[in-house]
């Protein structure tokens, strides 16, 4: 459970007649999510997932970068980093912002290079400094080093030229049932892009994953607030919680999937198969982090402890995060992803026309 770091995103056509093109204007009209989700559809992802999905991606790389750092430091195996609810709150809507930043990009056609590496990276650094001497909550200027200055800049690549182009291409079906065949038909296509198909198992685990660092951030920022006052809300875990929560997850998932789906099992009857796998997986990583010096928990000072790597004291925790589980996995199940063709070309298309133009210079 997190204490256990306790010590340590229209156009309008058709004919006014009633002519012949009539009966087309509804695939006319119907609206397509542009690159950043600055069009708003019923088939891209809801605001409310963009937001949450953003504050716990920024958590996670929060806790990647001090995790790091203090490796670099002090050459700890635990890989203990930091975050808390409030810059996870400072994420969600700098990252809102920025996507809104980001789907400007058509109007830098013909001049990619601008967008991506002076554009984009000024307004990134810009709302991460602000975000950082907020965040202080002192009166004094925070001065930002070159070394941080680079890793901004570097990150605002990673956000401009991969985290924004994956996102646009996530379609979220509310009408679409959990157990609703993977063929689809030509219904589930989107106007000028590929055939729509569920998230990949790698995704699933980088997804499950990040909540798993989110859930100890918070629980360990709680914790803290109640024990030491800290309204900070500082929280922390391990690096190794991402691979522990994101493997976990993965497989209480194909659990659910199995057990409700194909043998119809309620909640209930599931909830100790769950809880027993979390219980054997979490002994089986504290087995073995704990040779390398990188078990960063310890259980001996809690009752109903079992070699100080579990306590039934967290079995409220545990169920109730199984039972989210569920909630999350019937969410992804209604997540999609397609092959961006339109935005794909008028990329192309931006580089070819700069080759051009090149070319006729020379």
């Known amino acids: 459970m997190a204490s256990r770091w306790r010590d340590g995103p229209r156009g309008h056509s058709g004919n006014p007649t009633g002519g012949p093109n009539t009966a087309r204007m509804?695939?006319?009209?119907?609206?397509?999510?542009?690159?950043?989700?600055a069009v708003e559809s019923h088939r891209e992802l809801p605001r409310w997932m963009r937001l949450y999905f953003y504050g716990m991606h920024g958590v996670t790389l929060d806790v990647l970068l001090s995790s790091v750092q203090g490796f670099l430091n002090?050459?700890?195996p635990k890989l203990v980093g930091f975050s808390s609810p409030y810059l996870c709150i400072m994420h969600s809507l700098t990252h809102f912002a920025l996507e809104k930043v980001y789907s400007q990009k058509r109007c830098f056609r013909g001049r990619p290079v601008v967008f991506h590496l002076v554009f984009y990276p000024s307004v990134y650094i810009g709302l991460q400094i602000l975000i950082g001497n907020i965040n202080t909550?002192?009166?004094?200027v925070r001065v930002v080093s070159g070394t941080q200055?680079?890793?901004h800049y570097m990150m605002s690549l990673y956000f401009a030229l991969v985290f924004h182009r994956g996102l646009s291409r996530l379609q979220y079906h509310r009408s679409c049932a959990p157990d609703c065949p993977s063929e689809l038909g030509p219904e589930d296509r989107v106007h000028d892009r590929g055939p729509l198909r569920g998230l990949p198992g790698f995704v699933r685990f980088l997804f499950f994953g990040m909540q798993g660092l989110l859930d100890e951030v918070i629980f360990t920022s709680i914790f803290n607030l109640v024990e030491k006052s800290d309204r900070s809300l500082s929280g922390h875990t391990s690096l190794w919680s991402f691979l522990m929560y994101g493997s976990c997850s993965f497989v209480v998932e194909k659990l659910y999937l199995h057990l409700h789906y194909s043998r119809g099992w309620g909640t209930w009857r599931r909830l100790p198969i769950y809880i027993g796998f979390i219980y054997a997986w979490e002994l089986s990583w504290g087995l073995v982090l704990r040779q390398f010096g990188a078990c960063s928990w310890d259980y001996s000072h809690y009752p109903h402890n079992?070699?100080?790597l579990i306590t039934l004291l967290y079995l409220p925790g545990w169920a109730?995060?199984?039972?989210?589980?569920?909630?999350?996995?019937?969410?992804l199940l209604r997540v999609k992803r397609t092959k961006?063709?339109?935005?794909?070309?008028?990329e192309n298309g931006e580089v070819n026309g700069l080759v051009e133009s090149k070319k006729k210079l020379l």
């Open 74 to 76: 002090h050459r700890d």
């Open 149 to 151: 200055l680079l890793v």
């Open 306 to 308: 079992f070699m100080g």
């Open 320 to 331: 109730c995060l199984s039972l989210y589980q569920d909630v999350l996995s019937n969410v």
């Open 26 to 37: 509804p695939r006319q009209q119907e609206p397509v999510g542009e690159t950043g989700g």
């Open 137 to 140: 909550l002192t009166e004094h």
């Open 340 to 346: 961006d063709v339109t935005g794909l070309s008028e």
